[in-house]
């Protein structure tokens, strides 16, 4: 487990303005969300990067009521449904009114772990967040996010990394049928809550 300190709030002039910059950029930094019960906080291990021209991103056919944060200024949360079982979060990525996101895939827990496991009784280690599904059950993240700024100091918001990030690798995305060979896919190498197939763990 890394070792914690108090997590810096990102400004949005911290986040560079280009989709596949900010899937890096991401990788490190910090999830903290202040739940009634205190707080939870993880560093994100994967993304996948969602771009204005992907036909498998929520934006390619315009904006709708669903999918509007994906259309705000970088530093939105979009969370959607997945399957109708999931809720996935989503960091919007570009200028405001370019439609583009980055999936938020893995996390690894630094602190509120008891809470997060409350939350998924019976999980622990790594099966607790590499996924992401898991990781917003985890952290008592949902609809009631979708629009929210992050960087903006609420209860739910972005952070500095409070430790340095490993080696970064690239892979093609998981699960899609469309745009599926684009290495769109970034991870923190080695990371034992990453989600991905061991073969797309070692790109």
């Known amino acids: 487990m890394v070792k914690v300190r108090k997590p810096k709030p990102l400004k949005r002039a911290d986040l560079p303005t280009e989709t596949v910059a900010l899937a890096r950029f991401l990788i490190g930094a910090t999830i903290v969300h202040e739940l009634p019960e205190g707080p939870v906080a993880a560093r994100i291990v994967e993304t996948e990067a969602y771009l204005p021209d992907d036909a498998a991103s929520h934006t390619f056919r315009g904006e709708t009521k669903r999918n509007?944060?994906?259309?705000?200024e970088r530093g939105h949360a979009y969370v959607y449904l997945n399957y109708g079982v999931?809720?996935?979060f989503n960091v919007s990525s570009e200028k405001a009114g370019i439609g583009a996101g980055v999936l938020v895939?893995?996390?690894e827990p630094l602190f509120g772990v008891p809470l997060m496991q409350a939350r998924r009784p019976g999980k622990s280690g790594p099966d607790l967040t590499n996924g992401p599904g898991k990781?917003?059950?985890?952290?008592?993240?949902?609809?009631?996010?979708?629009?929210?700024?992050?960087?903006?100091?609420?209860?739910?918001?972005l952070a500095a990394p409070i430790?340095?990030?490993?080696?970064?690798?690239?892979?093609?995305?998981?699960?899609?049928?469309?745009?599926a060979h684009r290495p769109l896919r970034f991870f923190e190498r080695g990371n034992p809550f990453l989600s991905g197939p061991r073969k797309l763990n070692a790109g």
């Open 135 to 157: 990781l917003t059950l985890a952290m008592g993240i949902g609809p009631q996010h979708s629009g929210l700024d992050l960087c903006a100091r609420g209860e739910l918001f």
């Open 105 to 107: 895939r893995a996390v």
């Open 68 to 72: 509007r944060p994906m259309f705000g």
């Open 163 to 179: 430790a340095p990030t490993g080696e970064i690798g690239v892979s093609t995305r998981i699960g899609l049928t469309k745009e």
């Open 86 to 88: 999931f809720w996935l």
